[in-house]
């Protein structure tokens, strides 16, 4: 059982290109997240999926894009990135029951310069 | 909005010392609230949990008690670890118009010397 598997997970980036990180789940679960972690400032949520086919911003979605493009997949666009944006970024899915945990992937580290 | 507030870390124990980690929640309703540990270079994973008031959660000699009167989930452990060095999250989940928001305290960073 894979559970979250995030691709790739290193990345260094020029200011001004773009990338995509790819995200799979294999729990058959709803709701999926995007998460980035810099330090001392803890997870914020950059944009959720609640279902095949929605998609809703968080806390600091500027920059990005996502895609939901299956129950399985939900991808992170940076179609220009910035140096702000480099950061640890966590996919995370939630099987929806009020007490159930998120599942997270190993992350991906981003580096733009 | 929902809110955690966990204390400030790092946090810097010797093996077999006692731990506490503070947390605190602001929330509507009744939410529930989750321990996560993050070791080096992998993500989070799930401690311990609680979905009720009074409710206690425990997982390898970690324990926290869903405090609804002072809106806490204090972690603690007997005795740590080397191995228990870390980074934990507190966090609580509640619906939100037919969505599950999770939302993250910032973490404590623990590390245990031998």
């Known amino acids: 059982n894979a559970g979250v598997t995030q691709t790739p997970k290193f990345q260094v980036l020029k200011t001004g290109q773009s990338m995509t990180l790819q995200c799979a789940q294999d729990m058959n679960h709803n709701s999926m997240y995007w998460y980035r972690q810099d330090p001392g400032m803890g997870l914020r949520l950059i944009y959720y999926?609640?279902?095949?086919?929605?998609?809703d911003k968080g806390e600091v979605p500027n920059g990005y894009n996502v895609s939901r493009l299956n129950k399985r997949e939900f991808s992170l666009r940076l179609e220009s990135a910035a140096p702000s944006q480099t950061s640890v970024y966590f996919c995370?899915?939630?099987?929806?029951?009020?007490?159930?945990?998120?599942?997270f992937g190993n992350g991906t580290r981003l580096t733009v310069t | 909005g929902n809110s955690v507030t966990q204390m400030e870390g790092p946090v810097t124990l010797s093996e077999e010392a006692f731990l506490t980690i503070n947390c605190t929640y602001t929330?509507?309703?009744?939410?529930?609230l989750f321990w996560y540990v993050q070791y080096p270079g992998e993500g989070l994973q799930l401690l311990l949990k609680a979905t009720k008031a009074d409710d206690k959660g425990s997982n390898k000699g970690f324990e926290a008690t869903y405090r609804k009167e002072t809106t806490s989930f204090h972690l603690e452990k007997g005795s740590v670890q080397v191995s228990d060095s870390a980074v934990y999250f507190c966090a609580l989940s509640s619906s939100s118009g037919g969505s599950y928001i999770p939302t993250f305290g910032r973490g404590t960073s623990l590390i245990v010397h031998p």
């Open positions: 929330a509507t309703g009744y939410p529930s």
């Open positions: 999926s609640a279902s095949e086919g929605t998609t």
């Open positions: 995370a899915s939630l099987e929806e029951l009020y007490n159930s945990p998120l599942h």
